[in-house]
């Protein structure tokens, strides 16, 4: 597995690209320009400008996240022509720096749901938490404020300028089902896919994080069944996967460890952590040892291990410890004591694989 650590960018994030490069074993990071508004083209500049950044600290950019989509595409709206246009060009030119992966996700309106960033944990940690009844009850105006007033950056997802029709969106969204949403999606993978091959770019989307509808909207990347369906839309191995087990580990039936198995070769981009569920629905991001939550991080780690999987890895979310200030679920701390767990399991893994050789 290579080892990479999400980074916000220079002024965008409170770790810094010397800091990730102390971490045992990470060879790049995860990035983005998250100033370039969702559909427009990525200027080649400012690609350059990051990958000489990134490049001097001894650092790769092979993994983008994400490129977001812009809802008219994922509405199926005329718009969408010229945004997967716009799409294709981005591609190119991230072909052209030397990515390798884009991550992305397929979510109307909103990326990653909570309904606390800094929850208090019994240890005096904090984490991001998703209560079930809180999101049955709630606007979901009152989310986005909730999210930009406990945090000083724009949250990746919550960005102003995607935000800001959002009554319109819903409205747009009633119409929109889940099949509507397959459909959608089809459409813009027929359209990438094969751009994203010839400029060797694998193409990695983010399962749905809670894998389940919130506030009435469709989601559909969820679970097996839903992957095995999207992996047939275009069945190619550029039409990939970011298996993200702490967001399809919400849903306490989604069994990780029998996905890894059954699609690694399809996954290209493996974002591990742990969460802890609870019957009523609610989650929290926990460490990410296996004993501190709910999903098996050992098994996952051993069936990636078993897959020979060569792909990148990244821990994902950490929580806020050691008093540390930091985006939510960004820090440097926690992320990196998951980072050297995920190491420990893969180390031994491989040292008993050669041992009983
Ligand atoms: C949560 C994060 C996501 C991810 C995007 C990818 O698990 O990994 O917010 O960055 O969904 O587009
Ligand atoms: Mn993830």
Same mark, same amino acid.
């Given at each position: ?59 790769? *950019?092979? &993994?983008?996240?994400?490129? =977001? !989509?812009?809802?008219? @595409?994922?509405?199926?709206? %005329? ?113 990438? *896919?094969? &751009?994203?091959?010839?400029? =060797? !770019?694998?193409?990695? @989307?983010?399962?749905?994080? %809670? ?147």
């Amino acid at each position: 597995m290579r080892m990479i650590v999400r980074w916000f960018g220079k002024g965008n994030d409170t770790v810094e690209l010397e800091h990730i490069k102390q971490i045992p074993g990470v060879e790049g990071v995860a990035w983005s320009l998250h100033d370039v508004p969702a559909g427009e083209v990525w200027p080649e500049d400012k690609i350059l400008e990051v990958k000489k950044q990134v490049e001097n600290k001894g650092l790769n *950019i092979d &993994v983008v996240e994400s490129v =977001n !989509i812009h809802e008219d @595409i994922k509405l199926g709206l %005329p718009g969408r022509e010229q945004y997967i246009n716009n799409y294709i060009k981005t591609i190119e030119s991230l072909g052209k720096a030397g990515v390798k992966v884009i991550c992305y996700n397929f979510m109307p309106v909103f990326d990653w749901t909570r309904t606390e960033l800094f929850k208090k944990m019994e240890d005096g940690s904090t984490a991001l938490y998703f209560e079930n009844e809180k999101i049955k009850e709630s606007d979901p105006m009152e989310l986005v404020e909730m999210i930009s007033n406990n945090s000083s950056f724009t949250m990746p997802g919550w960005e102003p300028e995607r935000l800001e029709h959002l009554s319109k969106l819903f409205e747009q969204y009633k119409q929109i089902t889940e099949e509507d949403l397959w459909s959608n999606l089809q459409y813009f993978l027929e359209r990438v *896919i094969p &751009v994203a091959k010839e400029n =060797n !770019i694998k193409m990695a @989307i983010h399962p749905d994080d %809670p894998p389940w509808s919130v506030f009435g909207l469709p989601r559909i990347i969820t679970s097996k069944e839903n992957i095995q369906r999207f992996l047939k839309l275009v069945d190619d191995p550029y039409n990939g996967l970011t298996l993200c087990s702490g967001s399809l580990g919400a849903n306490p039936n989604n069994d990780i460890t029998s996905m890894v198995r059954e699609f690694s070769s399809r996954i290209h981009f493996a974002h591990i952590r742990n969460v802890k569920t609870y019957e009523n629905g609610d989650f929290i991001e926990t460490s990410h040892r296996t004993d501190d939550g709910s999903v098996d991080i050992y098994n996952v780690v051993k069936s990636y291990h078993k897959s020979n999987f060569s792909g990148y890895v990244r821990p994902d979310h950490g929580r806020h410890i050691w008093g540390e200030k930091s985006r939510p679920g960004y820090g440097l701390y926690d992320r990196a004591l998951g980072i050297m767990y995920l190491w420990g399991l893969w180390d031994s893994f491989e040292r008993l694989k050669k041992e009983s050789q």
